[in-house]
């Protein structure tokens, strides 16, 4: 776990969020999908939902 003093964190769940925000607190970044139903290959739904490493860096970086 991270100390308390931490409070700039990002978590990356390629499922939905439902309990990430309890480790990323207010003022974190919980990614992952919150909603059933698409079809299509891995790599092109994971990069429509923002698992990409240029969207992982763009969200990092709204937490400075």
Do not use: C
């Not at 480790?23 to 299509?40: K, N, P, Q, R, W």
């Amino acid at each position: 776990m991270l100390p308390d003093e931490v409070k700039r964190r990002i978590s990356i769940e390629a499922g939905v969020t439902t309990g990430w925000q309890k480790y990323v607190g207010s003022e974190g970044i919980a990614l992952g999908i919150d909603h059933f139903g698409t079809s299509a290959p891995g790599e092109l739904v994971m990069e429509k939902f923002g698992f990409s490493v240029e969207n992982i860096v763009k969200l990092a970086r709204k937490l400075f």
